[in-house]
């Protein structure tokens, strides 16, 4: 791993980054709450395909988003190696399901290269910009653009 | 402690005055002819006007003053509480509330109303009373009007206790009052506290200062009853005070300056016949320079330390600096210094011990406190469940000790769970009390006569309940006086007596409370109900109806059968959202009516919204929870009582009557095609409107308290489902709507409803 813990200074922030099949994105790591190992959930009646249910987080009921089914990608089939990120988006806190944690990352705004103008809507809605680190590519993602408020609208 | 929470406590506290208020002012009502329950009235608004004057809310004041005012010549016996005086008094109270919840929250409140109320309470104490004498307080309207007359000629009278006593006074002095007083006269006031009045806190010498502030004014202080340092008991009172005070003041101002003394002092005030003053003195004139209240002279230390040891001893000030101030006389008057100040001390502490224990048998806590203790059981209660489920599953001899203290642990839990719940178990008092005040004003609206009996309103239930249930009974109330009681010619011609009585009772029944509202009106008019229904479209104008399902008929949205639209019910939206509200609060609203004998609403609630008992059902390999108090019963269906209906529909027969069946993880979803109705469980439950469903399960796991956990918190409200709680293996399991469920089996998609529930 290749940390690049610095003190932070005027425009850097930390990221967090996962892998999601062989794609990685990160987010804002002021975001995170925690990440912790998967534990089977309760399905929801009625719910969208990427909500993999709602599973018991020390007395609070979570939602648990596949991520990669939310980013269009394929159905996870979670095992015991995959993790969920619990994050806190606007007043809410959900859990994101992914294969794995694979770096923090301390970036400045230069580091922030602009989304490529691509086709796919969904991928213009979400990729906040791309990250060059050690030659790999990594997608910066906006949570709350990925959970609109009104949820059950947007099912 | 900021000028806004002490506010706030005084509002908290003005609440407890005013549902004392009002249930004193009810049980005079009902013919209590109990000093103490005027007393208790009397003190209630008393209290109200004191805290109200602290703060300056002269609209509150006024108002109490002059209610007060009528209050005390009831106490006094001048009055007669007669039913109409009553009635004014419980209107006066129900402004009085007004007025302390528009100082509290801003707003405003119908000034013609309280002006009008404070005419008849004047009319009251002056008018009705037997004799031309009016009461001491009564030409006071208001603390701003013209300084009240001072009796000029008039024989002192002796005062009692209480300082309150009629003082005779011509009518003719009230609207001379200004040039008999400008001379300004000589008052003698003789002012002896008792201990109380320390204990209170209230200070003499401020008194005298307040005193001093109206005229010239001499002091002598009666310092006879004053023993020997080492006999002396730090919390007595023992001085008295003789002023004679030039003042161009009535005596009412006199009075004022003790208002908040009066109960622990003994005051009396008259004119002074000049010359005979000086003999009747039977103590030695001290000289009492009121500038030692800022800076003491040597020669009244002593006395002032004494004093500010009592003062502050009582007051339970800290006691450290009680110690040290009675020390410091106690040095100048005496060598036994160390035994005053430890007895100061010691008094002290019993003082702080003894306010400690008359402050009651209540504490105020912060709900948020409370609602986190209530979590933390939640948790405890489901971790100790997850620990036995572990435990059973490691061991298979079932008798070790770890299953031993496991049981021990499970009885201690269900303890501190039950106990944590009543902690936030009120009794439905207030709610209650508040109903009557809606059952005066809607009946005075309409011109009936009702009165409300209430029963049982000391049952208690969880907050939560009793702050929702307000609104739902305040619009059954409404009705009830509305549509439910008739008018008084109507009841005579219909031989009852012209007062109709709505009965308002709460009790417990097999762990729920169950609220039933009567009225002795004429009943649901069934078929102007069901011409009406017909009219809005609500039911197909053939349809065949039971009794039972006519009267649910005004449980519908858009329903109503008022002919005129009033200010009070009638819009359509009232019994409707009524069951809205009791059904979001997981209880069941039902009606019985007989015609010409009234109708009764029967109200079931859960004693709590944190926990509930339900039955652990499996559906489709998902674990579910059903709410007990919806199951009827359940049943193993047989191939043979299983009848198709339709091309989807399947009914079942029990005991020869059809029920629909409804397969559960159909309708949310976790299975595409219908189970097999043999191979499950149905679970037949009691919906709205009276009907039955058979619910079909895979498997019942079995029965179990379970914690509420709120889905919306994290996610959304999902349709068919009411909440989440968390079980024994730490899996979340998810609580059926069994209304939502049953609703869906008719036809109506779960999402519309899921909007409905949303906005309602």
């Not at chain 2, 004003?441 to 969880?462: F, H, P, S, Y």
Request: proline letters at 5%.
């Amino acid at each position: 791993m290749s940390y690049a813990v610095k003190n932070l200074t005027q425009g850097s922030r930390e990221l967090i980054a996962f892998r999601i099949g062989d794609q990685e994105f990160c987010v804002n790591i002021m975001s995170v709450r925690e990440i912790r190992g998967w534990t089977p959930a309760t399905p929801m009646p009625h719910a969208p395909g990427y909500m993999m249910g709602v599973i018991n987080l020390r007395g609070a009921v979570l939602p648990i988003v596949d991520l990669s089914a939310r980013l269009g990608m394929k159905d996870a089939e979670p095992t015991a190696r995959h993790v969920i990120i619990v994050a806190q988006v606007k007043s809410k806190v959900v859990g994101l399901l992914v294969e794995a944690v694979s770096d923090i990352l301390t970036i400045t705004d230069e580091n922030i290269q602009p989304v490529p103008e691509v086709s796919s809507d969904l991928e213009k809605q979400y990729a906040r910009g791309i990250l060059a680190i050690d030659k790999r590519m990594i997608c910066m993602i906006e949570l709350d653009a990925l959970f609109p408020e009104k949820e059950s609208e947007a099912a | 402690m900021d000028m806004n929470e002490i506010k706030e406590i005084f509002f908290q506290e003005c609440e407890e005055q005013l549902a004392e208020l009002e249930s004193g002012l009810l049980k005079l009502n009902d013919g209590d002819r109990d000093p103490e329950t005027v007393n208790a009235v009397f003190r209630a608004v008393h209290s109200i006007k004191g805290g109200a004057g602290a703060f300056g809310l002269d609209d509150l004041v006024s108002f109490a003053h002059v209610f007060e005012t009528t209050l005390d010549c009831v106490r006094s016996n001048k009055l007669e509480p007669t039913q109409d005086v009553l009635k004014v008094m419980l209107k006066s109270a129900d402004v009085l509330a007004d007025l302390v919840s528009a100082s509290r929250d801003g707003g405003s409140v119908d000034e013609s109303r309280s002006r009008g109320l404070v005419k008849e309470l004047e009319a009251l104490a002056h008018g009705e009373l037997p004799t031309p004498s009016a009461h001491a307080e009564a030409p006071k309207p208001a603390p701003k009007a013209a300084p009240a007359p001072a009796p000029k000629a008039e024989a002192p009278k002796p005062t009692d206790d209480s300082g309150f006593q009629p003082i005779p006074f011509s009518f003719d002095g009230f609207d001379a009052d200004e040039e008999t007083t400008l001379e300004g006269s000589t008052y003698e006031v003789i002012f002896k506290p008792r201990r109380e009045l320390y204990s209170k806190g209230n200070e003499a010498a401020l008194l005298l200062r307040d005193l001093s502030r109206l005229g010239d004014m001499s002091i002598n202080c009666d310092m006879d009853q004053l023993p020997a340092l080492d006999k002396m008991d730090p919390e007595a009172s023992y001085f008295g005070w003789k002023i004679s005070l030039k003042t161009t003041k009535s005596e009412d101002d006199i009075r004022a300056v003790f208002e908040f003394a009066e109960w622990d002092c003994d005051l009396d005030v008259k004119l002074s016949e000049e010359a005979a003053s000086e003999e009747e003195l039977p103590m030695i004139p001290v000289p009492f320079d009121l500038a030692i209240l800022d800076e003491p002279s040597a020669a009244e230390e002593e006395e002032k330390s004494v004093q500010s040891a009592d003062e502050t001893v009582a007051a339970a000030v800290s006691a450290a600096e009680t110690a040290s101030s009675v020390t410091k006389a106690a040095a100048r008057a005496s060598e036994k210094k160390e035994s005053a100040a430890a007895a100061a001390a010691a008094a002290a502490q019993n003082n702080a011990a003894a306010a400690a224990a008359a402050a009651g048998q209540t504490i105020r806590v912060d709900l948020d406190r409370v609602d986190r203790l209530i979590n933390l059981v939640g948790e405890l209660v489901i971790n100790q469940a997850m620990l036995s489920q572990s435990v059973i599953e490691n061991d298979t001899t079932g008798t070790s000790s770890i299953n031993m203290g496991l049981e021990e642990l499970q009885q201690l839990t269900r303890e501190i769970q039950d106990s944590v719940m009543a902690i936030r178990a009120q009794p439905v008092k207030p709610v209650f009390q508040r109903m009557s005040r809606i059952v005066r004003e809607v009946a005075d609206m309409v011109g009936k006569q009702i009165r409300l009996v209430t029963e049982g309103e000391n049952t208690e239930v969880d907050k939560t309940v009793i702050d929702k249930l307000a609104e739902p009974l305040t619009h059954m109330i409404r009705n009830a006086v509305d549509h439910g009681i008739e008018t008084p010619e109507k009841r005579e011609a219909a031989g009852k007596e012209s007062e109709g009585t709505i009965k308002l009772s709460a009790k417990h029944r097999s762990g729920r409370i169950v609220i039933e509202l009567a009225d002795d009106g004429g009943g649901i008019n069934r078929e102007r109900v069901r011409q009406k229904a017909i009219d809005n479209d609500l039911i197909a104008a053939d349809a065949n109806l039971s009794d039972e399902e006519i009267d649910n008929l005004i449980f519908m949205p858009g329903f109503s059968t008022a002919d005129k639209i009033s200010d009070i019910s009638g819009r359509g939206v009232g019994m409707d959202v009524v069951k809205r509200s009791i059904q979001a609060l997981g209880g069941r609203i039902s009606i019985s009516s007989r015609p010409g004998l009234g109708s009764t609403f029967t109200m079931s609630l859960p004693l709590t919204l944190a926990v509930l008992d339900g039955m652990v059902v499996t559906v489709a390999g998902q674990t579910l929870v059903v709410p007990l108090t919806a199951i009827v019963e359940t049943l193993q269906p047989e191939a043979s009582s299983i009848h198709s209906f339709g091309a989807t529909q399947r009914l079942i027969s029990i005991r020869n009557s059809f029920c629909p069946l409804v397969d559960v993880g159909r309708i949310l979803n976790f299975r595409a095609t219908q189970a097999n109705p043999v191979e499950g469980v149905a679970l037949l439950v009691e919906s709205e409107g009276g009907g039955q469903r058979a619910l079909m399960v895979d498997a019942i796991q079995g029965q179990r308290q379970v914690v509420i956990k709120s889905l919306e918190a994290n996610y959304t409200h999902v349709p068919g489902i009411a909440a989440a709680t968390i079980l024994g293996d730490g899996r979340v399991a998810l609580i059926l709507d069994v209304d939502a469920v049953v609703a869906a089996s008719r036809g109506q998609s779960l999402k519309p409803e899921m909007s409905l529930a949303a906005t309602g």
